[in-house]
């Protein structure tokens, strides 16, 4: 691009996190169309795309965009090597003329204009959220990633965003689906985007490394398995906290502390049968990690051994100057196993004085959901964190988002795609979006208009019309209104570039868009649908295209 006489420096945009994500991750019929674009010579038409969706997944009525980093990474760095051209050239039709591959060696995406809608927003079905334009050839080649980098992402989000939601705004949310997600890209997906709808932390280091999201983790049934008994503990010195003194036998302290709690009348009949193998094991690993110590008390009996064990080995940190974490319950009734664990630490603080002890940290992991978060919201529990993962990152509720990528414009002419169903039929032309706001600070509408019309005034009434049904209308006077295209990439056209943002940022943009939401439109069950709309202009003109292009059947 050249200003004032000098070259622009185009800014140096990292490619996507899996290198993977190439321009032969494609559809075989993107490659064939742009052959028989080029060999009709329609390859560098000015052609206009939408990508949007249909229908919210999991019966709700939002959806949060993911993926857009991704795809300007993507097209930022598009280029058809030497060494995929080779494969092309063996994989196409020996028909295919050499003048095609030259041609394809030479295309990067500095024709091609990105707008997009902020990552991170809460959307909604058929407003676009990304438009493409570029010459046809070029744009083809980027539909399918383009649909492969936002579909997953868009739909882990919206389902870390609902799990968000019933768990509610104090629980803390842990990702821990590395071991279930379909495959490793799969997996680092989930906990970025989980991450953006809303989860605190992902056990998944390597995603922890990638995109700096917090890390937990401590340790599963197996540790706890491998100890037969306290003598295994060779290494018992713990230094205090304050660092002044140590302690020189730190098991014999857990045995004085789990000797005094079954000396305690209230709990002598729960506290009676502890495991010393699970015993062995918390204390080790509470020398391992004094500072971090949360131990996994339902290896053997939650009540009757993994309570006493964890609060023997708590009591005794505390004597040192440590504060244990807490507690994970990874089996049985988590709504009853949490309260009760609840009135033991309640009990001891009580007991022997100590401070806080009855607020330890309670997590619950073992196959949740959604519904398992609201039928323990409904039985009452005591659970402060929720580690989820298989439900999250395989969406198993909802295998695919199904977000689409239609020709609306080309050569400055509207297309419009037509369907015996409804829902199918693409709005034409190149749009601009808005989203109107109103007194209370809901948004109200989504709206969609032709390029060249006058944007929605605050203050001002606009009609709102769906797109397909003339009887559904409503005016509106907007107290706020929001443009939702940016441009992520001006390509060459002197554009200014609306600059990616940090995942934090993204986080806290999808942590906003969602308590703005009215709550109707975010319940679990029956939510009232948002509304998304066309202005009267763009609805006539939706209505005469799709006359003049339907084909008039002749009955005999």
């Given at each position: 691009m050249e200003i004032n006489g000098e070259m622009e420096q185009r800014p140096v945009i990292d490619g996507p996190t899996n290198p993977v994500v190439s321009s032969l991750l494609s559809d075989m019929y993107q490659f064939t169309m742009a052959y028989a674009y080029w060999k009709a010579g329609k390859h560098l038409e000015r052609a206009v795309f939408d990508l949007f969706f249909r229908k919210n997944p999991f019966g709700g009525e939002y959806t949060v965009f993911?993926?857009?980093?991704?795809?300007?990474?993507?097209?930022?760095?598009?280029?058809?090597?030497?060494?995929?051209?080779?494969?092309?050239?063996?994989?196409?039709?020996?028909?295919?003329?050499?003048?095609?591959?030259?041609?394809?060696?030479?295309?990067?995406?500095?024709?091609?204009?990105?707008?997009?809608?902020?990552?991170?927003s809460v959307v909604f079905p058929r407003i676009p959220l990304m438009r493409v334009e570029g010459p046809i050839a070029?744009?083809?080649?980027?539909?399918?990633?383009?649909?492969?980098?936002?579909?997953?992402?868009?739909?882990?989000?919206?389902?870390?965003?609902?799990?968000?939601?019933?768990?509610g705004k104090s629980k803390t949310l842990l990702e821990f689906g590395l071991r279930r997600a379909q495959g490793p890209d799969g997996a680092i997906s989930a906990s970025k985007y989980s991450y953006i709808g809303g989860f605190d932390a992902t056990s998944n280091v390597l995603a922890g490394k990638l995109f700096g999201i917090p890390l937990r983790g401590t340790h599963s049934h197996a540790f706890v398995s491998s100890f037969m008994s306290p003598d295994e503990i060779t290494a018992k010195t713990l230094p205090h906290s304050n660092g002044s003194d140590s302690c020189d036998d730190f098991v014999s302290l857990v045995q004085t502390w789990l000797s005094k709690l079954q000396s305690v009348e209230s709990f002598r009949g729960s506290f009676s049968e502890t495991s010393q193998s699970e015993l062995a094991a918390f204390t080790s690993y509470a020398l391992?990690?004094?500072?971090?110590?949360?131990?996994?008390?339902?290896?053997?009996?939650v009540i009757r051994s993994g309570l006493p064990n964890f609060c023997a080995v708590a009591l005794a940190l505390h004597d040192l100057g440590y504060k244990a974490n807490g507690i994970r319950l990874d089996s049985g009734d988590l709504a009853y196993l949490s309260v009760e664990a609840r009135k033991f630490f309640c009990a001891i603080e009580k007991e022997f004085q100590i401070p806080s002890f009855g607020r330890m940290a309670i997590t619950a992991s073992n196959d949740l959901n959604e519904e398992t978060l609201d039928a323990l919201n409904k039985q009452g529990h005591e659970v402060n964190a929720f580690g989820i993962g298989t439900h999250l990152v395989t969406c198993y509720a909802q295998a695919a988002l199904g977000c689409v990528f239609k020709l609306v414009e080309i050569n400055d002419q509207p297309r419009i795609k037509l369907s015996e169903d409804v829902t199918k039929v693409s709005i034409p032309c190149k749009k601009r979006c808005y989203r109107l706001y109103g007194r209370e600070g809901y948004p109200l509408v989504d709206i969609m208009t032709g390029e060249n019309e006058p944007p929605p005034k605050v203050a001002e009434r606009i009609l709102c019309r769906h797109p397909f049904n003339e009887s559904k209308r409503a005016y509106v006077v907007p107290q706020q209104v929001e443009e939702l295209l940016k441009c992520y990439w001006?390509?060459?056209?002197?554009?200014?570039?609306?600059?990616?943002?940090?995942?934090?940022?993204?986080?806290?943009?999808?942590?906003?868009?969602?308590?703005?939401?009215?709550?109707?439109?975010?319940?679990?069950?029956?939510?009232?649908?948002?509304?998304?709309?066309?202005?009267?202009?763009?609805?006539?003109?939706?209505?005469l295209l799709w006359l003049s292009e339907a084909p008039v059947g002749e009955l005999q």
């Amino acid at each position: 691009m050249e200003i004032n006489g000098e070259m622009e420096q185009r800014p140096v945009i990292d490619g996507p996190t899996n290198p993977v994500v190439s321009s032969l991750l494609s559809d075989m019929y993107q490659f064939t169309m742009a052959y028989a674009y080029w060999k009709a010579g329609k390859h560098l038409e000015r052609a206009v795309f939408d990508l949007f969706f249909r229908k919210n997944p999991f019966g709700g009525e939002y959806t949060v965009f993911g993926g857009l980093g991704e795809c300007i990474h993507f097209i930022a760095n598009f280029k058809i090597t030497e060494d995929e051209i080779s494969f092309l050239r063996s994989t196409l039709p020996s028909s295919c003329e050499d003048g095609f591959f030259d041609y394809l060696r030479g295309i990067d995406c500095s024709d091609v204009e990105v707008y997009a809608i902020s990552e991170g927003s809460v959307v909604f079905p058929r407003i676009p959220l990304m438009r493409v334009e570029g010459p046809i050839a070029v744009v083809q080649l980027l539909e399918t990633p383009f649909l492969n980098l936002i579909n997953y992402a868009s739909l882990v989000a919206t389902n870390a965003a609902r799990h968000r939601f019933v768990a509610g705004k104090s629980k803390t949310l842990l990702e821990f689906g590395l071991r279930r997600a379909q495959g490793p890209d799969g997996a680092i997906s989930a906990s970025k985007y989980s991450y953006i709808g809303g989860f605190d932390a992902t056990s998944n280091v390597l995603a922890g490394k990638l995109f700096g999201i917090p890390l937990r983790g401590t340790h599963s049934h197996a540790f706890v398995s491998s100890f037969m008994s306290p003598d295994e503990i060779t290494a018992k010195t713990l230094p205090h906290s304050n660092g002044s003194d140590s302690c020189d036998d730190f098991v014999s302290l857990v045995q004085t502390w789990l000797s005094k709690l079954q000396s305690v009348e209230s709990f002598r009949g729960s506290f009676s049968e502890t495991s010393q193998s699970e015993l062995a094991a918390f204390t080790s690993y509470a020398l391992a990690f004094p500072n971090n110590f949360l131990a996994l008390v339902d290896t053997y009996d939650v009540i009757r051994s993994g309570l006493p064990n964890f609060c023997a080995v708590a009591l005794a940190l505390h004597d040192l100057g440590y504060k244990a974490n807490g507690i994970r319950l990874d089996s049985g009734d988590l709504a009853y196993l949490s309260v009760e664990a609840r009135k033991f630490f309640c009990a001891i603080e009580k007991e022997f004085q100590i401070p806080s002890f009855g607020r330890m940290a309670i997590t619950a992991s073992n196959d949740l959901n959604e519904e398992t978060l609201d039928a323990l919201n409904k039985q009452g529990h005591e659970v402060n964190a929720f580690g989820i993962g298989t439900h999250l990152v395989t969406c198993y509720a909802q295998a695919a988002l199904g977000c689409v990528f239609k020709l609306v414009e080309i050569n400055d002419q509207p297309r419009i795609k037509l369907s015996e169903d409804v829902t199918k039929v693409s709005i034409p032309c190149k749009k601009r979006c808005y989203r109107l706001y109103g007194r209370e600070g809901y948004p109200l509408v989504d709206i969609m208009t032709g390029e060249n019309e006058p944007p929605p005034k605050v203050a001002e009434r606009i009609l709102c019309r769906h797109p397909f049904n003339e009887s559904k209308r409503a005016y509106v006077v907007p107290q706020q209104v929001e443009e939702l295209l940016k441009c992520y990439w001006p390509g060459n056209s002197g554009k200014e570039r609306e600059p990616l943002p940090t995942l934090e940022k993204i986080r806290e943009k999808c942590i906003n868009h969602l308590n703005q939401m009215r709550p109707d439109h975010m319940r679990r069950l029956n939510p009232t649908p948002y509304k998304v709309s066309v202005s009267a202009q763009l609805y006539d003109f939706i209505h005469l295209l799709w006359l003049s292009e339907a084909p008039v059947g002749e009955l005999q």
